[in-house]
């Protein structure tokens, strides 16, 4: 088997052997949107099936492996979201990494982009340890969650719009259920800032008529209920980014510090 079975002793496995599996787009929102708690809507997120071409990918990276993680065994699963349940940050990326979250069982784990997001958030309270290595390494966000605009590892990093739209529910139930906390969200790269829009609007929040671009530590205000909000949109640490210096430590630290301290006065 190429993925590892649900409720098999994966560490933070959130879903068991009878978890709904959700096979086409229709399915997906059904589940989503029945969905009461985040530890549902997190396993049911785990299992998807909904895009084919996802799970053939997904799958076959599991199995053939890349030479340096050979003797490892891969997640091969939708990575769902991870962090505080009652957060004032949310940070929102494109997709897990073939190699990364794919292997690893839990979003921006186990891959370059993540040693240098971890590290950041390390450095500005946000999360415990420096590194994130596995599911399992003890690693935990403070006042922090992560989500992905896409739940599984696409070829060449780049999924479909089909594929983006199949998962919007995911995306739309999750923030919905960790609305009534949520003061900052940090959109990773153009495509999160894309993404997390409308899912934002349909999960309840009150946007702006017209969608800024994107840019590094650009800031658009947004409220829920009564309660201000922040998208604050952060370029993606991606080998490409830091090699070329496009992305720095400072530039990484200064949004999360901004969150962090937004977060710290809600």
């Not at 549902?40 to 299992?47: E, F, I, P």
């Not at 630290?253 to 809600?266: K, N, S």
Request: glycine content about 10%.
């Amino acid at each position: 088997m190429s993925f590892v079975p649900p409720g098999s002793g994966w560490p933070g496995d959130p879903a068991g052997p009878g978890t709904p599996v959700a096979r086409d787009a229709h399915e997906v929102a059904k589940l989503a949107a029945e969905s009461r708690t985040l530890a549902d809507l997190t396993a049911m997120q785990s299992v998807c099936r909904a895009c084919p071409r996802l799970v053939e990918w997904r799958e076959e990276v599991a199995d053939v492996r890349r030479r340096a993680f050979a003797d490892e065994t891969y997640w091969g699963r939708p990575i769902a979201g991870w962090g505080d349940d009652a957060p004032h940050t949310l940070i929102v990326g494109l997709a897990p990494a073939a190699h990364g979250g794919n292997r690893t069982g839990r979003i921006f784990t186990g891959d370059r982009s993540g040693d240098w997001l971890f590290a950041s958030l390390h450095r500005t309270g946000l999360a415990l340890k420096e590194t994130s290595v596995h599911a399992g390494d003890g690693q935990r966000l403070i006042g922090a969650r992560m989500m992905a605009a896409v739940r599984c590892a696409p070829p060449a990093n780049k999924p479909t719009p089909e594929e983006r739209d199949t998962c919007f529910p995911w995306l739309a139930a999750e923030l919905a259920l960790v609305a009534g906390t949520t003061r900052v969200v940090v959109a990773l790269g153009g495509f999160a800032w894309q993404a997390v829009w409308p899912a934002l609007r349909a999960a309840g929040f009150t946007l702006p008529s017209r969608r800024p671009a994107f840019g590094h530590a650009v800031e658009v205000p947004l409220v829920h209920g009564a309660a201000p909000v922040t998208l604050i949109g952060c370029y993606h640490p991606s080998q490409q980014n830091t090699f070329t210096g496009r992305v720095t430590a400072e530039m990484l630290d200064a949004v999360f510090a901004r969150a962090a301290a937004l977060g710290a006065t809600a």
